[in-house]
Structures are given as structure tokens and as C-alpha cells.
């Protein structure tokens, strides 16, 4: 482990994770930041006992898994996104995105195996080197992001309103036959228990 490690992977990849978790979120997560204190608590133990090469690779852990958090956080900030678009029974998939419904549905498979990949490696590299199941988050969020870039939300809006009116549709009828028989059972009995 060197220095000029730590400061790549410091630039390269956990400042544009970090700015894109506080962007999707628009908060600093607390975790974070306890991730980031710790990271510079063991730098600054390396850089003034220059030889202390464990503080270095402790600061380096600590970094990998505020990347790792901030690709969580994406994850999940784009996941609540996609809800949105995204319904349980996948009906509105051919509206709501400007993609092939087959594409979209793909999409969203991989986006499930992806992301249960990446629990799953890093449950169990707890406490080692967590770079395998960031690799996988990586891949979870650009999917995601590719699905969320063909979202259209005027077509996913009026899917929403057209659901909402034919089901109104559907069941007044259905309400309203329901009102006048409780209406007409109700003379009924009123009438014939006196």
C-alpha cells in the first residue's frame, strides 16, 4: 500500500461516488462522514510515523467501504426512483419507459441478481477487501441510471391517471348497485319489524 494509492483511489473513485450519494440523497449521510473520520484518524497516523504502513491500509479500508456505502445509497435512492415507474405487476413497463418492454424487463432482472450478488459479497467479506461486491454495486447503479434516463414520466403519469379513471369505471356501477341494494334492505327491514 502506498500513499499515491490511497490518493487515487481517494480521487478516482470515492469522491465522484460521494458527491453523486449526497446528490441522490441531498443530505451527508451520518455514516459517511463516521466512514471519512476514521479514514483520516489512521491517515494521519501513517503520514506522522511515515513507517506505520497498517494505518495506511486501515485508512484505505475505511475509504473502500465509504464507497461501498455511497453505491448503497444510490442503490437504494434509485430503486425509490424506479418504484415510481415500476409497477408490481410490470403492466405500465411498454409506457412508462422509452425502451422495449423486453429490454426494460432485462434490465430490471439484472438489476435484482446484481444487487443480491453484491449483498451477498459483501456479507461475507465483512472486515476484507470489499472491491468484488463494489464492482457489482457499480454495475446496479448504472443500470439504473440507464433505466431511470428512458423513464418518461408523462407517459408514466398518464398511465396513472388512466389506471386510476378505468377503475373507477370498472367499479362504480358495481359501488352504486351496492349503495341502492344496503338503501333498499334497509326500507325493507325498517318496514316489515314494525
Known amino acids: 500500500m502506498t500513499l499515491a494509492r490511497y490518493l487515487s483511489y481517494y480521487y478516482d473513485n470515492f469522491i465522484p461516488a460521494y ?18 473520520e476514521n479514514t483520516l484518524a489512521h491517515l494521519l497516523a501513517y503520514l506522522k510515523d511515515n513507517d506505520d504502513q497498517e494505518n ?24 425509490e426512483k424506479l418504484a415510481y415507474y415500476i409497477r408490481l405487476d410490470n403492466s405500465n413497463l411498454a409506457l412508462a419507459f422509452n425502451a422495449s ?3 426494460v424487463m432485462k434490465k430490471i432482472q439484472r438489476i435484482d441478481t446484481l444487487a443480491k450478488e453484491a449483498r451477498e459479497l459483501e456479507a461475507r467479506g465483512i472486515g476484507q477487501n470489499s472491491s468484488k461486491a463494489l464492482e457489482k454495486y457499480i454495475e446496479v447503479v448504472a443500470l439504473e441510471r440507464e433505466l431511470l434516463e428512458s423513464a418518461d414520466i408523462k407517459k408514466a403519469s398518464s398511465y396513472n391517471q388512466f389506471k386510476l379513471s378505468h377503475l373507477l369505471k370498472d367499479h362504480s356501477l358495481g359501488f352504486a348497485t351496492g349503495i341502492l341494494t344496503s338503501i333498499a334492505a334497509t326500507i325493507l327491514i325498517n318496514y316489515f319489524s314494525r
Do not use: M
Open 56 to 79: 495506511l491500509k486501515k485508512a484505505y479500508g475505511h475509504l473502500e467501504r465509504a464507497t461501498l456505502d455511497c453505491y448503497k445509497i444510490i442503490w437504494v435512492t434509485n430503486k
Open 101 to 103: 418492454e423486453s429490454d
Open 19 to 36: 458527491a453523486d450519494a449526497v446528490a441522490s440523497l441531498g443530505d451527508k449521510p451520518a455514516q459517511l462522514l463516521v466512514e471519512q
